[in-house]
Every structure is written in C-alpha cells, then in structure tokens.
C-alpha cells in the first residue's frame, strides 16, 4: 500500500475475526512504532505484546473503554522508561508517535486496530500494570487492540481547508 493512501484510509477497527497474526507481522508493527520520531531521539518506548487470550480478556474487563480486546488477536502496551529519558518531558508525545507507526504498520498488512488511552488515567494504567506485570516505575501510555477486520471500515471524509493557516491565522 502506498504510503499516502494508507495514511488517508486508516480506521479504527473494533471488531475481529478469530484468525491469528503471525508473531513476524506482529513483530514488523512494533518494530514499524520503534521507527517514530521522539524527542531528542531518546526513544523512551518499551512495548508490551499480549497474545495471551486470558491476559486479553483481563485487559478487556478492566478497562472500560476497551472492550473488544477480548475478540483481538494481540495487544500491545506502549509504555515509557523514565530512567532512559534524555528529553522525558516529551514521552507522552514520542508513545503517541509509536502508536500512530503501529496503527499504520497494521493497515499496511490489512491488519485492523485501534488506539485505546489509557494515560493519564490511572485507574486504566493500573490496570495494564497488573495484568502484565509492569514495573512500578515504568509509565503506560496506551494500548493498541488488533486483529484481523470482520468487516471493512469506511474511508473518513476528514478534508477541512478551513482549518489551515498560512503565514498568518485567519489566511
Ligand atoms: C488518544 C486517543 C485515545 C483513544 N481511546 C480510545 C478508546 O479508549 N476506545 C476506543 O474504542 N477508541 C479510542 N480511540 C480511537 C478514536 O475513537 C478514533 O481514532 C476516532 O474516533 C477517529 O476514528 P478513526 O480512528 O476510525 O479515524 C482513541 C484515539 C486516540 C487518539
């Protein structure tokens, strides 16, 4: 898929058939969230794979706002190690980079997924933290539900040239 038309296609999917992703495609999309840009390079990231169905299901019953992660193929946390900070005021912007690569990386292979947040919410990272026994110390970001599609997502039709300045606000 060209690069353009994957960036102008994506969708968050939430519904999944049962068939598995390969642990080499999952692997290339994680990889895919290691190749964003971060802040100073720092490249804070850690990633969480869950493939466990048991682990899926905790995950969906404890966050309110992710439920289909029962039905998903994988998972995965994006998190952030403060002790590898050069720049660790920018980690919430270098995990959000992360995911969009992944987020990306899966509509290339025609993988559907979606971004659940879950800082700064505590309650939903508690929860990550004990379903895969992250490190006290170690920050959750979000988590990326995945699988392959049930069905095919409509194209958004999110095109606003009203909201683009030039030079000036208001040009
Ligand atoms: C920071 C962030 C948090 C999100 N959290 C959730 C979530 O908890 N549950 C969910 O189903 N979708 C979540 N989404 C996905 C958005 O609902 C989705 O991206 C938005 O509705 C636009 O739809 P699209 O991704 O299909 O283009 C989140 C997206 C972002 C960027």
Known sequence: MELMEGLLTRRSIRQYTHQQVDQSDITDIVKAGM???????????????VTDKNKLAQLSDGSPT???AKNA??????CADQDRATAGEY??????????NMLLACHAKGIGAVWVGMHPHEDRENVAKKVCAIPEKIKVH???IAG???????EAQRFHPEFIHQNEWGN
């Open 148 to 154: 392959y599609p049930e069905k095919n997502a409509q």
């Open 73 to 78: 193929a994988f998972a995965v946390i994006v």
């Open 91 to 100: 980690w919430e912007q270098d995990c959000a980079a992360a995911m969009e």
């Open 35 to 49: 190749y964003a840009p971060s802040a100073r390079n720092q490249q804070i990231w850690e990633f969480v794979i």
């Open 142 to 144: 979000s988590l990326m």
């Open 66 to 68: 992710a439920p289909m």
